[in-house]
Antibody, heavy 122, light 108 residues
């Protein structure tokens, strides 16, 4: 079964740091780009970051650029999001999602995890 | 950055109705447009990719059309299990791959 499982979400103080993880299974992880997408409580979806299949290219939303870092370990079938200088507006459910097309950064997100909740509050 | 304007923001319809949601891009995105369904408390699910292609396993009552800047998502005959929020998303060229604001669909 193709599956993505996020972890690492907690309550953290403003200015703090956190690393989210996403464990992939059921597909050839290193063939696909991966994304992080977040959803603030009661709000819509916001694309956060993208990493290419080989980790060689990364992209970020302006709202997180310079504070968040996406990475992957293809030997462990895992995706990460290092989050620094956290703000209240980063409070959201964070999803990891798989790119649909092998070896491409463009395309739909065809598999999503269940999400992990990050709350930034003092 | 490309902005996506989705309408309506909410919609109430009866079982069996034809439902249409529109999405407009702030610039030409060819057919680089996807549609997702999100049920309460669940992760989004891909329904339509590249504007008009039905994802495997998705019922044929769902369809999409359009190109350039104007896109349409249609449910031909609304079913009770279709109650959800629907999002369009563009992926033209480089990121950010922005989403529309969402359309919350309810049963009348």
């Amino acid at each position: 079964e193709v599956q993505l499982v996020e972890s690492g979400g907690v309550v953290v103080q403003p200015g703090g740091s956190l690393r989210l993880s996403c464990a992939a299974s059921g597909f050839t992880f290193d063939d696909y780009a991966m994304h992080w997408v977040r959803q603030a409580p009661g709000k819509g979806l916001e694309w956060v970051s993208l990493i290419s299949w080989d980790g060689g290219s990364t992209y970020y939303a302006d709202s997180v650029k310079g504070r968040f870092t996406i990475s992957r370990d293809n030997s462990k079938n895992s995706l990460y999001l290092q989050m620094n200088s956290l703000r209240a507006e980063d409070t959201a459910l964070y999803y990891c999602a798989k790119g649909q097309v092998p070896a491409a950064t463009m395309g739909a997100f065809d598999i999503w995890g269940q999400g992990t909740m990050v709350t930034v509050s003092s | 950055d490309i902005q996506m304007t989705q309408s309506p923001s909410s919609l109430s319809a009866s079982v069996g109705d034809r439902v249409t949601i529109t999405c407009q891009a702030s610039q030409d995105i060819s057919n680089y447009l996807n549609w997702y369904q999100q049920k309460p408390g669940k992760a989004p699910k891909l329904l339509i990719y590249d504007a008009s292609n039905l994802e495997t396993g998705v019922p044929s009552r769902f369809s999409g059309s359009g190109s350039g800047t104007d896109f349409t998502f249609t449910i031909s005959s609304l079913q009770p299990e279709d109650i959800a929020t629907y999002y369009c998303q563009q992926y033209d060229n480089l990121p950010p791959y922005s989403f529309g604001q969402g359309t919350k669909l309810e049963i009348k």
